[in-house]
Protein backbone atom coordinates (compact mmCIF):
# COMPACT_ATOMS: atom_id res chain seq x y z
CA UNK A 1 0.00 0.00 0.00
CA UNK A 2 1.61 3.50 -1.05
CA UNK A 3 2.41 5.67 1.84
CA UNK A 4 1.24 9.55 2.31
CA UNK A 5 2.66 11.33 -0.45
CA UNK A 6 2.91 15.64 -0.05
CA UNK A 7 4.05 17.85 -3.21
CA UNK A 8 5.51 20.00 -3.69
CA UNK A 9 8.89 18.49 -1.94
CA UNK A 10 10.60 21.38 -2.21
CA UNK A 11 9.03 25.30 -2.29
CA UNK A 12 10.82 28.61 -2.42
CA UNK A 13 8.50 31.90 -2.01
CA UNK A 14 8.82 35.61 -0.52
CA UNK A 15 7.60 37.00 1.71
CA UNK A 16 3.79 38.24 1.21
CA UNK A 17 2.56 35.54 -0.93
CA UNK A 18 0.80 33.11 -0.34
CA UNK A 19 1.52 28.92 -0.59
CA UNK A 20 -0.64 25.69 -0.83
CA UNK A 21 0.72 22.69 -0.10
CA UNK A 22 -0.82 19.11 -1.15
CA UNK A 23 -1.20 15.74 0.72
CA UNK A 24 -2.60 12.79 -0.37
CA UNK A 25 -3.15 9.93 2.34
CA UNK A 26 -2.79 6.71 2.50
CA UNK A 27 -5.77 4.69 0.88
CA UNK A 28 -8.91 4.23 3.31
CA UNK A 29 -7.50 6.91 5.58
CA UNK A 30 -9.74 9.54 5.99
CA UNK A 31 -8.32 11.69 8.66
CA UNK A 32 -5.63 13.63 7.73
CA UNK A 33 -3.39 16.14 10.01
CA UNK A 34 -1.00 18.97 9.43
CA UNK A 35 2.63 19.72 11.53
CA UNK A 36 4.84 22.47 11.30
CA UNK A 37 8.53 21.36 11.94
CA UNK A 38 10.92 24.47 12.72
CA UNK A 39 14.55 23.69 14.81
CA UNK A 40 13.34 26.71 17.41
CA UNK A 41 9.58 25.15 18.10
CA UNK A 42 9.70 21.57 16.96
CA UNK A 43 6.87 19.90 15.48
CA UNK A 44 3.83 21.22 16.64
CA UNK A 45 0.65 20.49 15.66
CA UNK A 46 -1.23 22.74 13.11
CA UNK A 47 -4.98 20.99 12.48
CA UNK A 48 -6.89 17.65 11.31
CA UNK A 49 -9.69 17.38 8.98
CA UNK A 50 -11.91 14.42 8.83
CA UNK A 51 -15.05 14.07 6.17
CA UNK A 52 -13.85 17.70 4.54
CA UNK A 53 -14.14 19.10 8.34
CA UNK A 54 -11.68 20.20 10.41
CA UNK A 55 -12.28 18.26 13.81
CA UNK A 56 -9.02 19.71 15.63
CA UNK A 57 -7.32 22.73 15.56
CA UNK A 58 -3.61 23.92 17.17
CA UNK A 59 -2.65 27.65 18.26
CA UNK A 60 -1.84 29.09 14.44
CA UNK A 61 -2.74 31.82 13.13
CA UNK A 62 -5.57 32.52 10.83
CA UNK A 63 -3.36 33.03 7.89
CA UNK A 64 -2.78 28.71 8.06
CA UNK A 65 -5.80 27.23 6.80
CA UNK A 66 -6.85 24.07 5.06
CA UNK A 67 -9.08 21.92 3.68
CA UNK A 68 -10.16 18.34 2.63
CA UNK A 69 -11.85 17.06 -0.18
CA UNK A 70 -14.10 14.03 -0.74
CA UNK A 71 -11.57 11.82 -1.77
CA UNK A 72 -9.84 12.99 1.54
CA UNK A 73 -6.81 14.44 -0.58
CA UNK A 74 -5.94 17.58 1.53
CA UNK A 75 -4.62 21.16 1.13
CA UNK A 76 -2.62 23.41 3.55
CA UNK A 77 -2.53 27.72 2.38
CA UNK A 78 -0.57 30.04 4.47
CA UNK A 79 -1.07 33.24 3.31
CA UNK A 80 0.65 36.30 3.97
CA UNK A 81 3.89 34.38 3.98
CA UNK A 82 6.27 35.46 6.61
CA UNK A 83 10.10 34.47 7.08
CA UNK A 84 9.26 32.71 10.01
CA UNK A 85 7.31 30.17 8.24
CA UNK A 86 9.65 28.71 6.55
CA UNK A 87 9.27 25.06 7.85
CA UNK A 88 9.24 21.84 7.02
CA UNK A 89 5.34 21.03 6.54
CA UNK A 90 3.98 17.43 7.63
CA UNK A 91 0.82 16.09 6.56
CA UNK A 92 -0.18 12.66 8.78
CA UNK A 93 -2.64 10.24 7.81
CA UNK A 94 -5.10 8.14 10.24
CA UNK A 95 -8.22 5.57 9.38
CA UNK A 96 -10.76 7.25 11.53
CA UNK A 97 -9.38 9.96 13.64
CA UNK A 98 -6.28 11.97 14.71
CA UNK A 99 -6.41 9.45 18.05
CA UNK A 100 -5.52 6.89 16.06
CA UNK A 101 -1.74 5.54 14.55
CA UNK A 102 -1.34 8.41 12.48
CA UNK A 103 1.53 7.87 9.55
CA UNK A 104 3.27 10.71 8.26
CA UNK A 105 4.85 11.56 4.68
CA UNK A 106 7.33 13.08 3.67
CA UNK A 107 7.00 16.84 4.28
CA UNK A 108 7.20 19.65 1.83
CA UNK A 109 10.07 21.68 2.83
CA UNK A 110 8.81 25.89 2.85
CA UNK A 111 11.86 28.77 2.40
CA UNK A 112 10.88 32.10 2.63
CA UNK A 113 13.26 34.48 1.24
CA UNK B 1 4.15 21.08 26.42
CA UNK B 2 5.36 17.31 25.77
CA UNK B 3 4.79 15.47 28.81
CA UNK B 4 8.01 13.33 28.86
CA UNK B 5 11.37 13.36 29.22
CA UNK B 6 14.23 11.62 27.49
CA UNK B 7 18.16 12.08 27.13
CA UNK B 8 18.91 14.10 24.25
CA UNK B 9 21.53 11.71 22.94
CA UNK B 10 22.70 8.35 23.09
CA UNK B 11 25.10 6.08 21.48
CA UNK B 12 24.79 2.38 19.98
CA UNK B 13 27.47 0.05 18.73
CA UNK B 14 25.77 -1.56 15.17
CA UNK B 15 24.51 -4.89 16.27
CA UNK B 16 23.98 -4.03 19.91
CA UNK B 17 21.05 -3.51 21.70
CA UNK B 18 19.72 -0.08 21.77
CA UNK B 19 17.79 1.14 24.79
CA UNK B 20 16.20 4.45 25.04
CA UNK B 21 14.35 5.19 27.89
CA UNK B 22 11.40 7.63 28.38
CA UNK B 23 10.01 8.98 31.84
CA UNK B 24 6.38 10.08 31.92
CA UNK B 25 5.94 10.44 35.49
CA UNK B 26 2.20 12.18 35.23
CA UNK B 27 0.75 9.63 32.76
CA UNK B 28 -2.61 9.18 33.39
CA UNK B 29 -4.38 5.82 33.67
CA UNK B 30 -5.80 6.35 29.71
CA UNK B 31 -3.14 7.76 28.04
CA UNK B 32 -1.09 5.38 25.56
CA UNK B 33 2.97 5.19 25.12
CA UNK B 34 3.72 6.21 21.67
CA UNK B 35 7.18 6.14 19.92
CA UNK B 36 7.97 7.86 16.27
CA UNK B 37 11.39 8.21 15.15
CA UNK B 38 12.71 10.95 12.57
CA UNK B 39 15.75 10.55 9.91
CA UNK B 40 17.19 13.52 8.58
CA UNK B 41 14.78 15.99 7.28
CA UNK B 42 12.32 12.87 6.44
CA UNK B 43 8.65 12.31 7.95
CA UNK B 44 8.25 10.75 11.79
CA UNK B 45 7.98 7.12 11.01
CA UNK B 46 5.88 5.12 13.66
CA UNK B 47 7.58 2.34 15.32
CA UNK B 48 5.37 0.59 18.51
CA UNK B 49 2.94 2.00 20.90
CA UNK B 50 1.36 0.15 24.35
CA UNK B 51 -0.82 1.15 26.93
CA UNK B 52 0.57 -1.06 30.03
CA UNK B 53 1.48 -4.09 28.82
CA UNK B 54 5.12 -4.71 26.96
CA UNK B 55 4.53 -4.90 22.99
CA UNK B 56 6.76 -6.30 20.14
CA UNK B 57 6.56 -5.15 16.67
CA UNK B 58 8.64 -6.36 13.40
CA UNK B 59 10.87 -3.48 14.60
CA UNK B 60 11.30 -3.12 18.11
CA UNK B 61 9.81 -3.79 21.35
CA UNK B 62 8.51 -1.54 24.11
CA UNK B 63 8.65 -2.29 27.77
CA UNK B 64 6.96 -0.30 30.01
CA UNK B 65 6.92 0.00 33.95
CA UNK B 66 4.18 -1.58 36.61
CA UNK B 67 3.56 2.01 37.50
CA UNK B 68 3.14 3.17 34.06
CA UNK B 69 6.06 6.59 34.88
CA UNK B 70 8.94 5.38 32.79
CA UNK B 71 9.36 3.00 29.75
CA UNK B 72 11.76 1.91 27.48
CA UNK B 73 11.90 1.04 23.70
CA UNK B 74 14.33 -1.43 22.46
CA UNK B 75 16.10 -2.08 19.04
CA UNK B 76 17.60 -5.55 19.25
CA UNK B 77 20.38 -5.16 17.06
CA UNK B 78 20.66 -1.83 15.73
CA UNK B 79 22.36 -0.77 12.56
CA UNK B 80 23.61 2.39 11.09
CA UNK B 81 19.99 3.01 9.73
CA UNK B 82 18.44 3.15 12.82
CA UNK B 83 20.23 6.48 13.68
CA UNK B 84 17.62 9.34 13.89
CA UNK B 85 15.59 11.55 16.68
CA UNK B 86 13.49 9.00 18.67
CA UNK B 87 10.24 10.63 20.26
CA UNK B 88 8.23 9.25 22.72
CA UNK B 89 4.63 10.19 22.99
CA UNK B 90 1.94 9.54 25.48
CA UNK B 91 -1.81 10.87 25.04
CA UNK B 92 -5.04 9.04 25.23
CA UNK B 93 -6.57 7.45 22.28
CA UNK B 94 -10.11 9.93 21.94
CA UNK B 95 -10.39 13.09 20.79
CA UNK B 96 -9.79 16.13 22.35
CA UNK B 97 -6.47 17.69 23.01
CA UNK B 98 -5.50 15.46 24.67
CA UNK B 99 -5.47 13.29 21.50
CA UNK B 100 -2.63 15.16 20.08
CA UNK B 101 0.31 13.92 19.35
CA UNK B 102 2.98 16.68 21.18
CA UNK B 103 6.42 16.23 19.98
CA UNK B 104 9.01 17.05 22.71
CA UNK B 105 12.76 17.14 21.66
CA UNK B 106 13.70 13.21 21.47
CA UNK B 107 16.64 11.41 21.80
CA UNK B 108 19.44 11.36 18.89
CA UNK B 109 19.99 8.17 18.77
CA UNK B 110 24.00 7.77 16.85
CA UNK B 111 24.77 4.00 15.86
CA UNK B 112 28.08 4.06 14.96
CA UNK B 113 30.30 1.04 13.23
Known amino acids: KAGVTQTPRYLIKTRGQQVTLSCSPISGHRSVSWYQQTPGQGLQFLFE???????NKGNFPGRFSGRQFSNSRSEMNVSTLELGDSALYLCASSIQSYTDTQYFGPGTRLTVL | DAKTTQPPSMDCAEGRAANLPCNHSTISGNEYVYWYRQIHSQGPQYIIH???NNETNEMASLIITEDRKSSTLILPHATLRDTAVYYCIVRVNYGGSQGNLIFGKGTKLSVKP
Open chain 2, 50 to 52: GLK
Open chain 1, 49 to 55: YFSETQR
